[in-house]
C-alpha cells in the first residue's frame, strides 16, 4: 500500500497519451517536487531550533510558490507550462536571494547554481524552448554576477577573462553532456517504439495464425470428416454383399464421386494451409487458359455425365495468363464443381475468357437454382461459407469458393459474380495478362 501511495505522487500528471520522453520528465519534477519539500522541511526544522525563524518563514513562502502550483499543474495534465513555471520562477528565487544576502552583506555563489539549473532547461524542453531557457539562464547568471553582486568592480582583465572562460567551459560541459544523454534517450525511444510496433504486430500475426487455426480445425473436423464417414459407409455396404451388378456399379460410381470430393477438399486444405505459410512463394508462370479449362472439366467429367450437362468451353486457344498454374487449376475446379452441383440436369454451363489490357476475365456460367443477393454478397465477402445441398441433394462444404476468393487475390485478380435465383450464376474472376 505505501509503494502503491509513493508511485501515486511519482506518476502524478501521467497519462497514457504521453510519450515516453515525457513520461520520464514529469517523473523527473515529480522528484523533484519531493526533494525540495523534504529539503524544505529539512532546513526548516535546523532554523526553528537553531536559527532566528526568518528562513523557516523564507522557505514556507518558496513552498507555497513552488511546490503547490507545480502540483497543481501536473494533476490537471498542464505538464508544459509546469515546466515552463518551475524553471521560470526558480531562476527569479535565486535572483531574490541573491538580493536578500547582497543587502545583508553576505557572501555566496549563486551563480554556480544557476548554472547548474542550465541542465533542467536542457533536460525539460526541446528546440526552441530549449533555446530560449538557455538564454534565459545566461541572462539570470550575468545579472546576479554583474548588476546585483557588481563584481566586476573588482576585476582586471586577466580575472575577467578567466570567469568568462570558466563560465563558458562549465556551461559547454554541461551543455554536451546533456545533449548526448538526450540523445541516446531518443534513440532509446525510437528503439522501444520500434520494438513495441514489431511486438504488435507479432501479436496480430500470433491472432492470424490462431483464427487460420480455429478454422482449419473446423473444416478437418466437420468438412473432412463427413464425406471420409459417408464413403466408409458406402464400402461397407458394398463389402456385405448379396448385391447385384448394376447395385455394385451404382455404389461404385458413388465410391468414386465421394473419393473425388475427398480428393478436392484435401486439395483445398493444402494449398490453403501453404497459402498461411510466412515463406511460402507462388510459383508464377505463363498459363495457357483454355488448357486449364479442359483439365478442370475433365476432372468434373463423371459429375457432368450423372447430370448429363453440356459443358462449352468457349475459351480462345491463344488465351494467355499469368499466375500460379496449380492455384488456377484449384479455382477453376472448385467454380466448374459448384457450377455442376447446383445445375438442374441436362442443363448447360459455359465458360468463357476475354482479354482485357492488363487482366484476362473468365467467367463459368449455369443455368442452375441461383443465389441471393444476399447470400452471394455474405460468400463473395468470405462472410460466410455456405453449405448449400444441390439440385441431386449434393452435400458441400462450402469452402470452394471461399479458398478460390483467397487465391485469386494471391494472383492479383478480382472475383465477382452475378445471380438470379431459379436461373443460374455467373461467376467472373481475373488473372493478370502479363508477368507481375
Known sequence: MENLSWEKIFTTGIHQ???????????????LNICCLVLQMILSLMDFFWGDGAIMVILMV????????????????????????????????????????QALGKIDD?????????????????????????????????????VIKDVSRDWTYGNYYSVIVNFTVCYFFICVCVYFNKSILRQFQALLIKRNEQLSQQTLDLQGINQY??????????????PLYHLQSTIRRLNEGNLSLDQSKQIINEIDFKTKDVSLLLSNLLN???????GYKSVIVEIPIREVVEEA??????????????????????????????HLQLILRNLLNNAVKFSFPEGRIIIEAEEKTDKTVISIQDTGMGIGPEELEMALTGASRLSTLGTNGEKGNGM???ISREFIRKNGGELWATSCVGEGSRFYFTVPNRQF
Open 17 to 31: 497519451n504521453l510519450s515516453p520522453l515525457d513520461e520520464q520528465r514529469i517523473r523527473l519534477c515529480n522528484v
Open 62 to 101: 518558496v513552498l507555497a510558490i513552488i511546490n503547490l502550483p507545480l502540483y497543481l499543474m501536473l494533476k490537471a495534465y498542464q505538464y508544459r507550462v509546469g515546466f515552463i513555471y518551475i524553471f521560470v520562477v526558480t531562476h527569479f528565487i535565486l535572483m531574490a536571494v541573491a538580493v536578500f544576502n
Open 110 to 146: 549563486l551563480q554556480i547554481v544557476v548554472v547548474g539549473l542550465s541542465a533542467m532547461g536542457m533536460v525539460l524542453f526541446d528546440r526552441y524552448l530549449q533555446a530560449a531557457a538557455i538564454v534565459f539562464n545566461v541572462a539570470v547568471y550575468w545579472i546576479i554576477v554583474l
Open 213 to 226: 487455426k480455429d478454422q482449419l480445425f473446423a473444416v478437418i473436423s466437420h468438412d473432412l470428416r463427413s
Open 272 to 278: 490453403w494451409a501453404n497459402l498461411q505459410l510466412s
Open 297 to 326: 472439366v475433365l476432372f468434373q467429367k463423371e459429375e457432368i455425365n450423372a447430370k448429363q450437362i453440356q459443358v462449352l468451353n468457349n475459351v480462345p486457344v491463344r488465351t494467355l495468363g499469368w499466375g500460379d498454374e496449380s
Open 400 to 402: 470452394g469458393l471461399w
